[in-house]
C-alpha cells in the first residue's frame, strides 16, 4: 500500500486530500499514469511528485509505504 | 517562535525581525507579501492559501541553509501563513539579517523567488464571480 | 506617526509595516540598519548619531517623493534615529509598499543608498581606545 | 548677519554647533574661505555647504539672515 496526497485542483478534481492504494512495485511514472486515468479532469502535465517529501524524476521506483505527493505549481508567496 | 514555519496563525513581522537581529548583524530586511485587493483588472475577494505542510517546512528550511552558505554570516526567518487571508494580510514574512546590506537585500529576494519556484504551497483567488487556483492549474471546477 | 523623521526615540519596525500596507499592495519590504558590534575588525561600544534635522527629514521627505515617481503606486515611510545608539539598535528603518515585489525591494534599496548620499546625518563609532566621525573628515581630535 | 551651522567633526573642531556673523554680501565660496580661516584643524576640502536646508554651488550668494550649514559627508544609515 502506498500514501496518495493531493493538493489545490488536483485535490477538487479528485474530491479528496489524500488515499491509500495497493501498491506492488513501479515507478513514479507508473503512479502519475494510474493518477492521470483515475482522474481524467485533471491535466498531470506540469505537476511533479515528491516521494517522502522530496522531489523525485520519473524514474524513481515507489515502494510499499512511501507517501507520493502529487505536486501542481506551486504558487506560494 | 520557530523561524521555519507553515501556519494559520496571523504573521506578526517584528518578531522575525527580532529573531535574526544580533550584534554581527549591520543589516536587516524584511519582506512581507500581502493579499492585494486588486489584479490584472479582477477584485480579489479573499485568498485561501494551502501547503503540504511538512514539505513546505521542511523546503523553507533548505532555503535557509542555502541562504546562510551563499552570504554568509547571515540569519534567516521565512514563514507561509495559511488558510483564508484577508485584503491586506501578510502571506509571507521573509526577515534576512547580514553584516552588509547587499547580501541582506539580495539573500531576502533569493527566498521569495525560491519560494515562489519550490516550496509545495498554493494559493485561490477569490473573486466576486468565481475562483481559482494560481498556477497554470488545469482543472476548472464548473468547466467540465 | 510621521513618515519621514529624524527622532531620538527607539525605532519600531512594524509601525512602519502597516503605515504603507494598504489594499493596493501585495509587496512590503523592510530595511533595518542595525548598530553592528564588529567593523574591520575594530570592537565598536556604542555609536552616536548626529544629524541637522530639519533638512534632513526634508530630505528623506524628497526621497520619498522621487520613490513615488521611479515606482508607482508604491508608499513610503523612512525614519532615522540619533543619539547615542547601542549594540543592535535600529539607527535606520525604510519600508515601502508596492503592488509587485520587484519595485518594493528596488526602492527600498534605493532610498538607503540615497540616505549615504545626500541626507545630513552623521555616525560617530565609540571604541574602547577611541572615536571616529564616519564619512572621511579631517578632524581627528587628540590627532593634532 | 548670517547663521552658521556645524556639524560632527567640523562642531567638534569649531567647539560650537552655531554662530552667528556679521555678513553684508558674499558668495558661499567666501564663506568657506571664512570658515577655513577660522577652524584651520578642520579639513573643508570635501564639506558640502546647505544654504536654507538647500545644497548649493560654490557660486550662490548668501544674504542677510540665510542659514548656512557646513556639511561633512554624511554617513547616515
Known amino acids: 500500500m502506498i500514501h496518495l496526497h493531493y493538493f489545490a485542483g488536483l485535490k477538487e478534481a479528485a474530491g479528496k486530500a489524500s488515499e491509500d492504494i495497493q501498491w506492488a512495485d513501479g515507478t513514479v511514472e507508473d503512479i502519475v499514469k494510474w493518477a492521470a486515468d483515475t482522474y481524467p479532469a485533471f491535466d498531470f502535465s506540469a505537476v511533479q511528485v515528491a516521494v517522502n517529501e522530496e522531489y523525485v524524476l520519473e524514474t524513481e521506483s515507489v515502494k510499499p509505504g512511501d507517501h507520493v505527493a502529487f505536486i501542481p505549481p506551486v504558487s506560494g508567496g | ?144
Not at chain 2, 552558505?69 to 547571515?74: R, V
Not at chain 2, 521565512?78 to 514574512?93: C, E, F, P
Open chain 2, 1 to 144: 517562535m520557530k523561524p521555519f514555519e507553515v501556519t494559520t496563525e496571523p504573521l506578526e513581522p517584528a518578531r522575525y525581525i527580532e529573531y535574526v537581529t544580533h550584534p554581527g548583524a549591520g543589516a536587516v530586511t524584511l519582506f512581507a507579501g500581502t493579499v492585494r485587493e486588486w489584479t490584472n483588472g479582477k477584485r480579489t475577494m479573499y485568498l485561501e492559501y494551502e501547503a503540504y505542510v511538512p514539505m513546505a517546512e521542511k523546503k523553507l528550511a533548505e532555503i535557509g541553509v542555502e541562504i546562510k552558505q551563499k552570504w554568509p554570516g547571515s540569519r534567516v526567518a521565512i514563514v507561509h501563513r495559511i488558510g483564508a487571508l484577508s485584503i491586506s494580510d501578510i502571506a509571507v514574512v521573509i526577515a534576512v539579517s547580514s553584516p552588509h546590506r547587499k547580501a541582506a537585500y539580495e539573500a531576502n529576494e533569493y527566498a521569495i523567488e525560491q519560494i515562489k519556484k519550490v516550496v509545495p504551497i498554493w494559493k485561490k483567488e477569490m473573486w466576486e464571480d468565481g475562483e481559482e487556483w494560481i498556477g497554470d492549474q488545469s482543472y476548472k471546477p464548473g468547466s467540465e
